[in-house]
């Protein structure tokens, strides 16, 4: 259904999803205020059933090229492709939060309703074709995201964590703006079709524009530090380390998904043309996030901390993948976030069901003998661990695999090499966590403490989408290859 | 005489250069955080003066997004700083250092 205004181009059609997870908030809104407090676990069930109807929404759009409100939004597989992994993992986070919230005496409505908004703003990110909805969609996840990772009030940790991630993400979302601005004053345009119209055009010299590459540049940082990449990490460790560890594993998954949805957009379809101007200072930061992310995880004693600079490492690999500028190495890209998504939303599934024992359960001592503990969390832990190292038969493995033959097509070494070594070293780390848990204990005591049904599917779920999809994964690269036909 | 746009472009330049070098050395969160408010407002006065300048109003809408946003962090700011003060921290950053490895 299609109403012009004046040739604007309204179709809520093509904004379905993000309407749906936006209405189901306004709905967890109002139904917090009847739902008597014991039954909190009432929300976490309509914000399920509100995230299965945008996905039912979403399906639709795929293989379709839908713009609309005046350019600013697109429905495309893209769109579609980021829509499906971000309603996954939000309804995967919902399904394993009530009994840690329970646990860490945080069960509060308002959780649903942040989680929620952070969702809307990623959706609306993956989708955006204009420089202002790219920006509303990054500040609608990261206002929703400083909450949540306040979101254990009295915890100074918490506490101190949103107020990093609230003057870091300011300080960011600046430079994104004034890069922001200046394109526009470059170009004359804020949709990304109107600036990529002037950049191809011959008479502009976008090459030679130094409004443009500056405003570029600002952007990059901006982008950047969404997407956690190295050298504008420096929020990610403490943030990831001091928010509770449920709000971790949302955002270091969705978040890191969503900008990697406007990098390609941004980079790969808007600029082509003068990929020359940013193919060096992107290989740069890529480059960077390999190296300080994978030194830097070895000397690290706390999971959070561990998997935090392991995310940093992870943000170069798949940016290596936007290098050479192609549709079909995007496509690398695109599976590489989705194998990203499910590995480490599981490894950090099994941090927040040991952390609902006490946050200090974060530190790497407390892992110690936990195969004889808790035997499932160990052995789900050791496959994520053994995919996030890239180590076959696990979808770790094919995502590495994919992007270093799109570098190898393109005939782009350097970085390459880097990656090769640097994954190499990742060995190390990741492989100390399975020996840790496989030392012998102190003493020999199986918890008691059931993980509950939500929390066993998630993880079963996700160490078995791990495993298979390292031994086909056929089916998830063809769905990547064809959503990384990128549109305007 | 009209003003021509360059100079306002040079003043937002300026503006957004103090809250840039304010906030990295500034140490009262509130302060840094007011900072981050001067670059936002740097970027304003950019979108209008381009705005104006090629007489397309796509900038002063852009602004106006900004204005709002800006309204929507400051509140989601202030809420998280006044939460550290009450839990008897010290208003300076450069002390927040629970977290090091």
């Known amino acids: 259904m299609t109403i012009n205004i004046s040739g604007i181009g309204i179709d809520y059609g093509a904004i379905l999803p993000e309407l749906v997870v936006a209405g189901t908030a306004i709905v967890v809104l109002f139904l917090e205020l009847v739902v008597p407090p014991d039954r909190r676990r009432w929300l976490a069930a309509v914000t399920v059933i509100g995230l299965l109807g945008a996905l039912v929404a979403t399906i639709p759009l795929w293989g379709q090229n839908r713009s609309a409100f005046g350019d600013t939004v697109i429905a495309d597989s893209l769109a579609v492709f980021f829509n499906v992994l971000l309603i996954a993992i ?29 969702t809307a703003g990623m959706m609306l990110l993956a989708a955006a074709t204009s420089l202002m909805t790219i920006f509303l969609g990054i500040e609608l996840l990261s206002i929703s995201l400083y909450v949540l990772s306040g979101f254990a009030r009295t915890t100074l940790r918490s506490q101190e964590s949103a107020l ?43 090459a030679g524009n130094v409004l ?11 982008l950047a530090f969404k997407a956690s990449a190295a050298p504008f990490h420096m929020w990610t460790p403490d943030v990831y380390e001091g928010a509770p560890t449920i709000v971790t594993t949302f955002m270091s998954v969705a978040t890191k998904s969503a900008a990697f949805a406007a990098v390609g957009r941004v980079f790969i379809a808007t600029f082509p043309s003068i990929s020359s101007r940013w193919y060096f200072p992107l290989a740069l930061i890529a480059i960077f996030s390999l190296f300080i992310g994978n030194l830097v995880a070895i000397t690290q004693d706390n999971i959070k901390r561990m998997l935090a600079y392991s995310g940093i490492a992870h943000a170069g690999y798949i940016l290596l993948g936007v290098l050479p500028g192609t549709a079909q190495a995007f496509s690398a890209t695109l599976f590489y976030i989705a194998a990203y998504s ?128 390292g031994i086909f994964p056929a089916v998830v690269l063809d769905w990547a290859t064809r959503a990384a036909s990128l549109h305007f | 005489m009209p003003v021509p746009a360059y100079s306002f472009l040079l003043l937002s330049g300026v503006l957004f250069t103090m809250g840039a070098v304010g906030f990295l050395i500034r140490r009262n969160p509130l302060v840094v955080f007011m900072c981050i408010e001067l670059m936002l407002n740097a970027v304003n006065l950019a979108f209008v003066a381009i705005s104006r300048y090629l007489n397309s109003l796509d900038g002063v809408v852009f602004a106006f997004l900004v204005i709002t946003v800006a309204a929507a962090e400051v509140v989601v700011g202030i809420a998280i700083i006044v939460q550290v003060y009450r839990a008897g921290r010290p208003m300076d950053v450069d002390d927040l250092d629970l977290m090091k490895e």
């Open chain 1, 90 to 118: 939000t309804i995967a986070t919902v399904a394993i939060s009530p009994r840690y919230l329970h646990a860490l005496d945080l069960d509060y409505g308002e959780y649903y309703i942040l989680i929620l908004g952070a």
């Open chain 1, 212 to 222: 443009l590459l500056l405003g570029i540049g600002f952007l990059s940082v901006g």
């Open chain 1, 342 to 469: 499910v590995m480490n939303f599981g490894a950090f599934a099994v941090v927040t069901a040991v952390a609902a024992g006490g946050e200090q359960n974060a530190d790497l001592s407390h892992w110690r003998g936990l195969f004889y503990r808790r035997p499932f969390l160990a052995t789900v832990m050791t496959i994520f661990m053994l995919s996030l190292a890239g180590i076959p038969p696990t979808v770790g493995f094919f995502a590495k695999l994919f992007v270093f033959q799109a570098l190898v097509n393109a005939q782009i070494w350097a970085p390459l090499i880097v990656a090769v070594i640097m994954t190499i070293v990742s060995f190390y780390y990741y492989l100390r966590v399975i020996v840790i848990m496989l030392a012998a204990p102190d003493e020999v005591a199986v918890e008691k403490r059931p993980l509950g049904i939500p929390t066993s599917t998630v993880l079963g779920v996700a160490g078995l989408a791990t495993v298979v999809l």
């Open chain 1, 164 to 206: 990093k991630y609230l003057l870091l993400g300011g300080f960011a979302t600046g430079f994104l703006l004034y890069g922001m601005a200046l394109i526009y004053g470059a170009t004359g345009s804020t949709t990304l079709r109107g600036i990529a119209a002037f950049t191809t055009a011959a008479s502009s010299n976008a």
